[in-house]
């Protein structure tokens, strides 16, 4: 039986937001590989769009070159590269917050999307989220590292509670922070006309599931708009962070992809 195989148009947009003076968020996707990241950098002195360019960077790098060379592989091989592409991410942040002390305690968030065949690889670190649109019904596929999400999943706290806290931005793992870093790494079934969004918290903190599940449905043969529509929405709600999305739409594999992928950000 033939190998299931999907393509990933991908649509991404970044924006500094209402009340901050720099953006620190990066995206980045590459379509050759199938790959979307997003990284929500913090630190002093500018740093933490230092740290998250360095994220999204590093990641590619090492994807390209271990990916574009290589026949094939399992599932759980392809999550042992995209684990040690994060992990080598990690130690060059770390590295160059130790060099320079205009970078000292810089650190990124981590959401990335690889569709390899008919499966997608997800791996994040902190709180930057992955969505899945599928059938009209909007999941969210990671769970946030964060104080207030253990506190939820410990039964200490209601999902409404978690929204409301003053301290669900306290996440409890960052990419760049220390030598080590733990990486959650997923794999799910793709299907036909799913699609991903991946969003700094610049835009869940303010928007909520309800709110992006149905800007998505209004916009579903658009998603350049539904991507703007998703900026304005938090910027209309306040704005008070960065605000990032990439939106990842699976369709059919074709044997000349010209003009099937549209990118923009």
Known sequence: MAKTSYKAAFHGLTDVG????????????????????????MGGHNAGEVASALAVENIRTALRERLLSADGGSVEEYETVVRDAVTFANSCIF??????????????????ALLVDSKLIVAHVGDSRIYRLRSDELTQITSDHSLVQE????GYLTEEDARMSVSKNLITRALGIGEDVEVEVIDAEASLADVYLLCSDGLS?????????????????????????????????????NISVILVSIHEAFSDDNGVVDSVG
Request: some cysteine.
């Open 18 to 41: 209402l009340m901050r003076e720099h953006n620190e968020d990066s995206i980045l996707w590459d379509m050759d590989l199938g790959l979307a990241l997003l990284a929500d950098g």
């Open 95 to 112: 590295s160059q917050s130790q060099e320079q002390v205009e970078c000292a305690g810089m650190g990124t968030t981590l959401a990335l």
């Open 151 to 154: 506190l939820v999943d410990g």
């Open 205 to 241: 903190d303010l928007v909520s599931d309800e709110e992006i599940s149905s800007i998505l449905l209004e916009h579903a043969d658009d998603k350049k708009a539904a991507a703007k529509q998703l900026i304005s929405l938090a910027n209309e709600k306040g704005g008070s962070d």
